[in-house]
């Protein structure tokens, strides 16, 4: 699984992916100052190392996508069937803008939603994974503080479709892997001053790899004529930020006030360890005993006959 990937970039025919060490030195040969990520790579690692994190995610594990054979195709961190993939170790990124090109159209843009995209899956590759044999075939039981029995069974329930509010682990973790992603790209903006674009969906992608969305972002509805893929990126960035984004904010208001920041690097380096008991003590202090597991765990996760 790991040496061929290409039933991850099969899903994307029209595209050409190259790895990011390649991606990167064709961008600087044409002329294009890569400065930018490769300063937020080094916050990524100065970062990610107060977490646990010694090695980051290698550049030839990463596959960026870009010159692409299909009309009107635009790529970027809300591309769909993109990301990482834990059996493969592979993450699959597109070049943000039209794809169509060797080059991004928008080149400071598309490199910080390169750095948020690199940035968000480091820390899916960091997280703590276990593995147990089922039939042959390798069957993740434990992704950083998560957990799967092998019938299938997950730890938390699914959230109900348009609440506010999360009990679901895995969008907690997806939540925070975001958040530290978006605050790396946020700071190699002011340093770099790369300053927001006036176009709608510019706008928009700007405030998305920042993490500056307004509420009214969130709202917006975007109508893109000239481009129905653009129109369904806007769609799928003001959905993320509303379903993943919005509700892990919701839930560090709800379950550490005022103590946000020790609840997410807690949580983070919870992550990358596989261990919950620091991070479930810190919030039996402040919520009673067994919080951890009231919060998440499913009623059902430990019926019987939901094993292989």
């Known amino acids: 699984m790991r040496a061929d990937a290409s039933s991850l970039t099969g899903k994307h025919p029209a595209h ?8 990167l030195t064709r961008w600087a040969a ?9 300063a937020g790579i080094e916050n990524v690692k ?16 990463v ?22 993939r834990h059996l493969q170790m592979v993450a699959v990124i597109t070049m943000y803008g039209p794809l169509e090109r060797r080059n991004p159209e928008r080149p400071a843009l598309a ?3 390169l750095l948020r995209a690199y940035a968000h899956d480091c820390l899916h590759y960091g997280s703590r994974r276990r593995y147990v044999e089922v039939a042959g075939m390798p069957v993740r039981t434990q992704y950083g503080i998560n957990y ?21 682990i895995g969008i907690v973790m997806e939540g925070a892997c975001d958040k530290e ?21 510019g706008t928009l992608a700007f405030r998305d790899v920042t993490g500056a969305l307004t509420e009214a972002d969130t709202r917006r509805v975007v109508e893109l004529p000239q481009s129905q893929e653009q129109t369904l990126y806007a769609a799928a960035l003001s959905g993320y930020e509303r379903g993943v984004n919005r509700r892990y ?24 360890s596989g261990d919950v008991s620091e991070l479930g003590a810190w919030l039996d202090e402040r919520h009673g005993p067994g919080t951890f597991t009231g919060l998440f765990r499913t009623p059902g996760y430990f019926d019987p006959g939901l094993t292989a």
């Open 46 to 61: 100065r970062r990610y190392a107060k977490y646990g994190l010694v090695r980051t995610l290698p550049f030839d594990r």
């Open 63 to 84: 596959l960026v996508g870009c010159e692409s054979s299909r009309a009107g195709a635009f790529g970027g961190f809300h591309h769909p069937d993109q990301g990482y």
């Open 16 to 23: 050409v992916f190259r790895t990011l060490s390649e991606m």
């Open 111 to 113: 490199l910080l939603d």
């Open 181 to 201: 992603a978006r605050a790396i790209t946020r700071q190699a903006a002011e340093r770099f001053g790369v300053t927001e674009p006036s176009d709608v969906l």
């Open 148 to 168: 799967r029995r092998t019938g299938g069974q997950s730890y938390s329930a699914a959230d109900r479709h348009g609440t506010r509010h999360t009990r679901n």
């Open 249 to 272: 904010a919701q839930f560090l208001e709800e379950f550490a006030p005022g103590e946000g920041s020790a609840c997410h690097t807690r949580l983070l380096a919870a992550m990358i």
């Open 30 to 38: 044409d002329g294009i100052d890569t400065t930018p990520f490769h």
